[in-house]
């Protein structure tokens, strides 16, 4: 017994290989726009894919660089390494003190006690 998934693998194959190399391929990465695509690339202006190179993050203090287990974002919005993840190692601009009376004000309601009437 012969896969049919197989045999309409092959006639998308038999397909593509006919069209001229101008005439974008049917695929995945192919939109319905036309212009080649891939993940990792960009279109321009002759059709051409440009591959562009992902960026390592690096830490704002020391500019190591940091893997996915090995960086810290910061409440300042930056990434560190683990030896200037504590805000006293890099000058956090983050006001924390600000921020917990924030939390508190939320979290503790004003309690006011009802007025008692004299006799």
Do not use: W
């Not at 591959?51 to 190591?64: E, I, L, V, Y």
């Not at 600000?98 to 009802?114: E, I, Q």
């Amino acid at each position: 017994m012969v896969n049919s998934r197989a045999r309409s693998n092959t006639s998308v194959r038999a397909i593509s290989k006919d069209l001229p190399p101008s005439t974008p391929r049917p695929g995945k990465n192919s939109p319905a726009g036309g212009k080649p695509t891939t993940a990792g690339g960009t279109t321009v202006a002759g059709g051409c894919v440009k591959k562009t190179k992902h960026k390592r993050s690096r830490c704002a203090q020391c500019n190591a660089k940091l893997t996915v287990c090995s960086s810290f974002t910061c409440r300042c919005r930056k990434l560190f390494c683990p030896r200037h993840r504590h805000p006293e190692e890099h000058a956090c601009t983050f006001d924390y003190k600000a921020y917990g009376r924030h939390l508190l004000a939320a979290t503790n309601p004003l309690v006011v006690a009802d007025k008692v009437v004299r006799i």
